[in-house]
C-alpha cells in the first residue's frame, strides 16, 4: 500500500465525491430542500464531520485554508455568477447597486467598527485591549455581504429579478470595498504611527482596486473572444478558453491587488456575447453545463469545509463582544438600507418598496469570504475571539436568517419573480422603447442611461463585433436567431409527438388506441389522406446524413457537422429536388 | 506585485494556454497537420521553450515531473480512450490484443535486455559496468509501446478499425506488465541476491496487478453507475460523477500497485453503457466534450513538456548503446510481430494480413511513460546515459516513425476505416448472426466467444439493468432509440430547410426566388393548398412552451426539462385536441 504516493488527489477526490453525495442525499426528497436550504444542510453535515474528526483524533479538524478558498473554491462561483449574470437588470440598477456596495459597505464598516469599541470601554466586559484599529479591522471584514450565501438562499426564494439583484449585485461588488479596506486597516495596524496621507492613499485606492479589475477583466475578456475566432479548426477546446481566460483574469488582479471578483465578473459579461458566437454549439453547453457543475461543487464544499472548521478550539468565548457583533451587524445593516433606499427612491421612478427593502436589509448573509479573511489575520491575542464572533455571526445569518426569509417572503407577499419568459412581442416592444427613449434623451441633450447604451450598442456593431466575431459578414438580427431557436425547438418537438403519433411498435403507446377510435369522429382533424401527403412531402425534403465522421478522432466528436454547412446542403438539397 | 500567491495556478493556467494557443495554430493552416503528426509539433514547440529557458537561465530547465505525468496528465488520456472505445472490435480481438500485450512486451523486454547486455561486452565500447539487471531493467521501461503516442498518430492516418484496436489496445493494456517488469527489476537491483521465491512471485504478480487492476475499475465503474440512478433531481452534478469515479479507480489501483491504466480503462468500458441511460442528454454532452477536451489538452502538454524536458545537462552519450537500443528496438519488435502474429493467424478465419503486421510493428510509437519511468530509476552512475538513450528512442520513433508512417499506409495500400457508419439492416444482420452463432455455439457445446456474450448479455438484462438503471421499468429497444434520435435529427433539419423556404427576411436567402419560380412548374411537389394543410396541422399539433424554469437557480440550466414530461405533456395535448 503506497498512500502517501497518491494522497493529495485521493483526498480531494474523496471531499469532491463527499459533497456530491451529500448534495444527491439531500436532493433525494424533495421536502427537504423546500424547507431548509441547502447550504445549511451542507454546514450541518460539515459539523457532523468536523466532530468526528475532533473526536478520532482529538485535536481540532484542519480549518479551510484561505489560499485553498480564495484561488480554487471562490472563483468557478463568481465565474458562474458572472457568465449567467441578466445584463439588462444590473445595468438599470447599476447605480443602486453602487451605492449599496461601496456606501453601504463603507458604512457597515465604520458603524460595526466604532460601536463595538464602544462596547469594549465598559470595563465588565473586560475587553479594553481591543484597539479601535482592530475593531475597524474586524468591521471590515465582518461587514461584507457574501455572494455565496446569497446566491445559495436567493436562487431557492425567486423573488422579483430587481430585488434579486440588487443583492447579489452588492454582495459580489462590495468586494472591492472589503478588500481595500481590510489591507488598508491590517496595514494600519502593524504601523507605528498613521499620517493623514495615508488616509487619503486609502480612498484612492478604491477607485484602483475597483475599476482596475474592471480594466483586467474585460482586456482578458476581450482576448478570450478574440482567440475563439479562431477555433473553428478544433472545436474541442474552445470550452477551454473560457475557463483559462476568466480565471487568469481573477489571478492577474490578485496579483496586483485588485479585485479578482470584480475582474472575473467583467471578464464573463465582456466575453459571454462574442464566445457564444464564436462557438459552436456543443462547445456551448459544455461550458454553461461545466460552470454550472463546477460552481455547484464548489459551492457545496465550501458550506461542508465551513462547518468542519468551526469545530474545534480555534474560538475565545466572550459573550458581550459576539452578541454585540450580531446586534449591530442587524442594526447597522438595516439603517444603512433605510438610509440610502431613501436617497435611491428620490431619483428613481421604479422605487424599491419597504418590503424590498426588508428584504435586502434582512438578506445580508454572511459566509465564507469573512471566514476566510479572519483566519488571514495577523496573529495577535484577541485573534481567537475574532475567529469565534465571525464564526457566530455566519452560523446565525446562514440558519437563522436563511431558513426564515422564505416563510417571510412569502407572508409579505413580496412580489415574486415572473413565472414565464417575455413573449416576442414584449421583446419587441422593449426594444422599441430602448431606442425611443435612447433618440429623446439624445435630443434633449441628457446623457442618460439608453443614449450610453445606444453609443455603446453603435461602438460595439461598428468596431468591437468586426475584431471578435467570425462571422461578421453575415450578422443575424436577434429576432431571427431567435425565430430559428424556436422552429428548431418545436421541430424536436413535433418529431417527439410525430413519433408518439405512428409508431405502434412503442410500448408507452399501447393506450393511445383511443385516441385512433376518436380520430374518427373528428374526420376533419387528421384526415388520412392529408397525413399521407404529408409524409410524402416531409420524406421528399428530408435532409440526408450523408457524412459520417471517424469515430477515433481527437479532436472531433462523431456526428458533429457545422450548422451553416448543413444549411448549405440542404440549400443545394431543395434546389436539385425542385 | 505578489506573485509568490498566485504563482502555482498562475503557471499551470498559462502552460495550459500556451499548450492550447499552440494547437489552435497548428489548426490555422490545414496543410500543416496533415503532413506532420501534432506530436512531433508539439514536441518541436517544447525543444524550441527548452531552449529559451536553457539559453536565458543556464541551466537544465525542468523536466516533466513524473507524479504530475502519472498522476494529472495521463489518466484523462487513459478515461477518453477506455470511455470511447469501440467494445465490438475490442472484444472480438482481445485474445490477440492480450498476447501482443503480454507475450509480446516479455519477449521485447528480455530481447532487447539480453542483447544490449550483449553490446555491453565488447569492451572497445566502455560499456562493462552495465550489468544484465540494469539492462533488463531499461529493457523493461523502453519496450512498452506508449497509448499517448499511438491514439497521437493513428487517430490521424484512418486505418481499418481491427488494426487500430490491435496497436492501440496493446499499447494499452501492456501496462500491466510493464508495470510488473519494471518494478520487478528495479527491487532485484536493490537486492543483495535474487532467489528462485522471487522470479515465481514475479509470474504470479502479473495476474494479480492485471486483474486487479480490472476488478477495481469494474467496481468503481458499477458504484458510479448505481451513484447515477439518483441524480434525477440535480442534473447538473451527473458529469461529475463521470470523472470522479474513474479517477478514483486509477488513483486506488495506483495506490495498491495495480494498474491504474487497466482500471480506469475498465471503469470506464464498464459505466459507459448505464451512465449514458442514467443521465441526460446535455450531461451526456459535457461529458463527452469535456473529456475530449482534457484529453486533448494533456496530450498536448505532454508532448510539449517532453520537448523542453530533452533540452538540458541530463544526457550522457555514448553512440554504441544508443544506436543499438533503437535498432533492437525495431528488430526485437518485428520479430515478435511476426511470431505472435504466426500463431494468431493459426487460430482465427479473419486473418492478420502481412501488411497489417507491418504496420503493427511500424506503429510501435513510444512516448512520455518511458520518459517518466527512466526518470523515476533510483540513482546509479549510469542514468544519465539511460536517460539518453530513451529520449533517442523516443524522438526517433515519433519524428522518424511518425512522419513516415502515414505515407506508408498510402503506399501499402492498407485498408482504411469505412467512411460511412453501418446501415440499419447492417446492424440488424450483425445482431441476427450474433444471435444464431450464440444458438450454434450453445448447441455444439463450444463455450466461445458469442456464447458468452450472450450468457453476459443475459446476465446484464437480468440483474445488472435492474440495479443500475433508473428507468428498467420501460427499456427501449435500441432500435426504437435509434429511430427516436434519427427523427429527431430529420426534424431539426426540416425546421431549418423549412426556415429557409418561407422566411423572406433572411438575408441569405435572396437567391431562394428562383425556386419559387420554378416551384410553378412542378406544381405537384409542392402544391400551396397541401402547403397550406400541412402548415394548419402542424401548427395545430405544435407542442406549447409553457414552462420556463427560473434564471437564477444554481441546480438547473434554463430551458432545460425532461424529456419524459415533454412526451406526457405532447400526449395529453393531443389528446385534448382530438
Known sequence: LDYQH?????????????????????????????????????IFV???????????????????????????????IVLDAGYFMPSRPFFENIGTILLYAVVGTIWNVFGIGFSLYGICQVKSFHLQDVSLLHNLLFGSLIAAVDPVAVLAVFEEIHVNEKLHILVFGESLLNDAVTVVLYKLFRSFCEMPAIKTVDVFAGVGKFFVVGLGGVLVGLTFGMIAAFT?????????????????????????????????????????????RYVEANISLKSHTTVKYFMKMWSSVSDT??????????????????????????????????????????????????????????????GGLRGAICFSLVFLLPDFHRKKLFIAATTVVILFTVFVQGMTIRPLVDLLHVKKKRESAPTVGEQIHIRFLDHLLAGIEDISGHWGQYYWKDKLEYFNSKYLQKILLREYDQPKSSIVLLYEKLERKHAIELAEAGQLGHTPSHPSLLNSHRTVVTDKKSEDTLNPEVLQNIQEILARNLYRIRRTVPAYNRHTLPGETEPAEQAKEILIFRHTSL
Not at 15 to 21: D, E, H, T, Y
Open 46 to 76: 460539515g459539523l457532523i464531520m468536523g466532530g468526528i474528526i475532533y473526536g478520532l483524533n482529538d485535536k481540532s479538524p484542519p480549518v479551510m485554508d484561505s489560499d485553498i478558498f480564495f484561488l480554487y473554491l471562490l472563483p468557478p
Open 6 to 42: 497518491v494522497q493529495v488527489p485521493f483526498e480531494i477526490t474523496l471531499w469532491i465525491m463527499l459533497a456530491s453525495l451529500a448534495k444527491i442525499g439531500f436532493h433525494l426528497y424533495n421536502k427537504l430542500p423546500s424547507v431548509v436550504p441547502e447550504s445549511c444542510l451542507l
Open 301 to 362: 464544499l465550501i458550506f461542508i469545509f465551513l462547518g468542519v472548521s468551526t469545530i474545534g478550539e480555534n474560538h475565545e468565548w466572550n459573550w458581550p463582544y459576539i452578541c454585540f457583533t450580531v446586534i449591530f451587524c442587524l442594526i447597522w445593516r438595516a439603517l444603512g438600507v433605510l438610509v440610502l433606499t431613501f436617497f435611491v427612491n428620490r431619483f428613481h421612478v421604479n422605487t424599491v418598496t419597504s418590503k424590498d427593502q426588508f428584504i435586502i436589509a434582512y
Open 228 to 272: 475563439t475566432r479562431f477555433t473553428n479548426n478544433i472545436r474541442v477546446i474552445e470550452p477551454l478558453f473560457v475557463f483559462l481566460y476568466s480565471y487568469l483574469s481573477y489571478l492577474t488582479a490578485e496579483m496586483f491587488h485588485l479585485s479578482g471578483i470584480v475582474a472575473i465578473i467583467a471578464c464573463a459579461m465582456g466575453m459571454k
